[in-house]
């Protein structure tokens, strides 16, 4: 079977970065350390922090009484960082640079007096953060499609800024809306980079093979969105988070797949569904000798 | 035969301006008047400005000696403004308050270091004068169709501003394109109202009746484009400068007929056309009671 990996799947930049701060962090220090929710969308990863660095995932910062706070990817919403400062507690802001950008963006366009929205979806970490960061802007407002705004009245001016991780097309969706919606729209797209070459690169193989896997958490927005890509070119397509669910009997009759995965999805998931994959390869052909035989 | 004339029909609020400003010149003048340029796209006003109230449309301040110059509806380029102010001619500023603002726009995102797009038809008056208030700005395009923005390398930021009667589509589409090839976009949506909402009021009648009648300059950009929106849900749809180009056999077996017109065509040219269409009626009307009688 010929297997192929998408190059630009495993950690993003953002990602590298916050693993990185927290594992220099557990090296460094003999206090307890912890972050504020998951630091990163996968489950394994932060088992593994838990498990050999000691890192603790806490929800607020009310469950941690000293030590340091490790500010995850995605950011936090302002209130929770400014609770961890008067708390005391040591910070490690390792939210990705491209989202404190958005962050900052998101006060910017509040100060110049921009009614505010944020294209993306209203329960995601990263957006509930940048809510957050409208320091005096009367009213901000998420939409993810512009169903969302219909009850929104003509404003003088609106200032949008995006989800990161967003599709581009939901972006456009909305700025077109707005263009009937004042008379001046400043825009900042803040979709990183990172997220639409893995989207164009996934596609491109999930055309060429006959099974497409997405790696990644299930809580991860990002991966999400891959596997609803790739489902869409590739009907023979899954999205799993450990090599251990791939099944045998769904590679039946392929002989090619692609392997792409989620920003937060580590390098070693990847490895171990490639090992997976040569193990059920192997399995099937020893079978197949065996009945062969029979 | 049922007359339908759409409700916005007749002279927008610039063009009304704009012809009052003249007429009222030359009441108060016994200077000679010109305008620097039609004063509006409607060839029989014009005429209707020379012989009644001796104003002369010229082409450029070269062949104004002296006197008052009115400048026209869709503006002129800044360069022409400048000449005329140098020659120490009289100047009636008779733009169309909404397309000065848009040249205002246009000055203020060069000023803020914006790379400029003007979004709207390249050989158009109003386009041409929007060009040249782009002071100090490196290069400033303009683009009616993405298509036209491919070989434009990234930006840092781009700015917008539209002609003012372009198609809202047109400017959707250029904005969406922008936002792949800059992390900041500044949207001056200074498409008039009066022109969209007529183009919807003009599809509604079309799609009511036997026949359309678009009634307008065919050197204005607003009639052309009402023309086609009604041609393509009215294939009886035809556009005309005066009524006598009407001809009765085009509404043989018609029991219904609208009319809209331009932002630039005056109440009598409609008035004018109703009139023809009743006496189109009432001779085919005539004639059929001969054809009976013999």
Not at 55 to 81: C, F, N, P, Q
Not at 92 to 103: E, I, R, S
Not at 162 to 188: M, N, P, R, S
């Amino acid at each position: 079977m010929h297997i192929f990996i998408a190059k630009s799947s495993g950690f993003c930049f953002g990602v590298k970065r916050a693993i990185n701060l927290a594992t220099e962090c557990s090296k460094e220090s003999n206090e307890a350390i912890y972050t504020l929710g998951p630091i990163i969308h996968n489950p394994q990863v932060v088992k593994r922090l838990e498990d050999s660095s000691h890192i603790y995932a806490k929800k607020t910062v009310d469950e941690i009484k000293a030590g340091t706070v490790i500010i995850r990817s995605h950011g936090v919403r302002l209130e929770e960082l400014n609770a961890a400062r008067e708390k005391g507690l040591n910070i490690v802001d390792a939210t990705c640079p491209f989202v404190k950008k958005a962050q900052e963006l998101v006060t910017l366009l509040a100060r110049e007096g921009y009614a505010v929205i944020i294209a993306g979806e209203k329960d995601h970490p990263e957006v509930q953060g940048l809510l957050s960061y409208g320091i005096g802007a009367v009213k901000i407002r998420v939409a993810s499609h512009p169903d969302e705004l219909k009850d929104m009245p003509r404003k003088k001016k609106i200032g949008i800024v995006a989800q990161t991780t967003l599709h581009a097309e939901k972006l456009q969706d909305i700025v077109c809306f707005c263009l009937g919606k004042a008379a001046e729209i400043k825009v900042f797209n803040t979709i990183c980079n990172a997220t639409s070459i893995r989207q164009e690169e996934s596609a491109l193989l999930a055309k060429k093979v006959d099974r497409m896997i997405v790696a990644g958490g299930r809580n991860s927005a990002n991966t999400r969105r891959l596997f609803e890509i790739c489902r869409a070119i590739q009907p023979m397509t899954c999205n799993i988070e450990e090599a251990k669910e791939l099944d045998s009997d769904w590679f039946e009759g392929a002989e090619s797949v692609g392997i792409t995965s989620g920003a937060s999805t580590p390098d070693w998931i990847i490895d171990s569904v490639v090992k997976r994959i040569k193990e059920i390869e192997s399995l099937n052909k020893k079978q197949g000798g065996r009945a062969d035989a029979v």
